[in-house]
């Protein structure tokens, strides 16, 4: 006959895991959004764009049912140490996630808007470029986050400068064309703002990786800055 405490155990070590996933499929669906908004941009593809408006209602859903999911471990386990910070690192990297099914909906609602607007092969590039970026990062915070791995969220984290430089670029870019050419100035500005929408997916990947670390440390990489600066000084 099965012991009731290791019944006890095994349900809330399921439990656990059942949340991780959740974060994981989550993850999985914003990806792909990131994709598809990228691509229905660039192809100019209404089809694409409005499906991709509909699946974040799915994103939408996990992030809720991730939050309760959460809530009701630390209502019902009471969980400490390790286990707390997988729960709570949990609900602010499913708020994370939500916001970047926001911002890949946002740029499929503005790429409807090019029908009958040829787009220069050099911005295409320039978003494909930053779409691909975004997405790496993404996925390379999800998997520091699932493997606990401090190094890949660290590299994360650095690797967002090169997010920023890119959409630098790319306004410098439009800004010129728009002053070239006055025609241009509806097409830059939604262009402006896909190409915002992609630079903040990279800040909540940022947000995410720092959510990593926090879940393999127990610290902050805030914190564990100050802490180097004061050794530093010390040295």
């Given at each position: 006959?099965?012991?009731?405490?290791?019944?006890?155990?095994?349900?809330?070590?399921d439990?656990?895991?059942?949340l991780?996933?959740?974060?994981?499929?989550?993850?999985?669906?914003?990806?792909?959004?990131?994709?598809?908004?990228?691509?229905?941009?660039?192809?100019?593809?209404?089809?694409?764009a409005?499906?991709t408006?509909?699946?974040?209602?799915?994103?939408?859903?996990?992030?809720?049912q991730?939050?309760?999911?959460?809530?009701?471990?630390?209502?019902?386990?009471?969980?400490?140490a390790?286990?707390?910070?997988?729960?709570?690192?949990?609900?602010?990297?499913a708020?994370?996630?939500?916001?970047?099914?926001?911002m890949?909906?946002?740029?499929?609602?503005?790429?409807?808007?090019?029908?009958?607007?040829?787009?220069?092969?050099?911005?295409?590039?320039?978003?494909?470029?930053?779409?691909?970026?975004?997405?790496?990062?993404?996925?390379?915070?999800?998997d520091?986050?699932?493997?606990?791995?401090?190094?890949?969220?660290?590299?994360?984290?650095?690797?967002?400068?090169?997010?920023?430089?890119?959409?630098?670029?790319?306004?410098?870019?439009?800004?010129?064309?728009?002053?070239?050419d006055?025609?241009?100035?509806?097409m830059?500005t939604h262009?402006?703002f896909?190409?915002?929408?992609?630079?903040?997916v990279?800040?909540?990947?940022?947000?995410?990786?720092?959510?990593?670390?926090?879940?393999?440390?127990?610290?902050?990489?805030?914190?564990?800055?100050?802490?180097?600066?004061?050794?530093?000084?010390?040295?």
């Open positions: 006959m099965p012991n009731s405490n290791e019944h006890i155990v095994t349900s809330y070590e439990e656990l895991t059942e991780a996933r959740s974060i994981s499929e989550m993850g999985g669906l914003v990806e792909k959004a990131i994709t598809n908004a990228t691509d229905a941009l660039i192809r100019s593809d209404a089809d694409l409005l499906a408006v509909a699946a974040d209602k799915k994103v939408d859903a996990m992030q809720s991730i939050d309760e999911m959460a809530v009701s471990i630390i209502a019902r386990r009471q969980p400490m390790q286990d707390l910070r997988l729960v709570i690192a949990s609900i602010h990297v708020n994370d996630l939500e916001r970047i099914g926001d890949a909906k946002s740029t499929a609602r503005r790429s409807t808007q090019f029908e009958g607007i040829a787009m220069s092969s050099q911005f295409k590039n320039g978003l494909r470029h930053m779409g691909e970026l975004v997405q790496r990062q993404v996925k390379l915070a999800l520091a986050f699932a493997a606990r791995d401090k190094d890949m969220a660290v590299d994360v984290v650095e690797r967002d400068t090169d997010v920023d430089a890119l959409y630098v670029s790319l306004f410098r870019e439009l800004l010129t064309y728009m002053m070239e006055p025609r241009n100035i509806t830059c262009l402006l896909c190409g915002k929408n992609l630079e903040r990279g800040d909540h990947s940022t947000n995410i990786a720092e959510q990593a670390y926090f879940l393999a440390t127990g610290k902050t990489l805030t914190a564990e800055a100050e802490d180097f600066t004061r050794e530093q000084i010390k040295g």
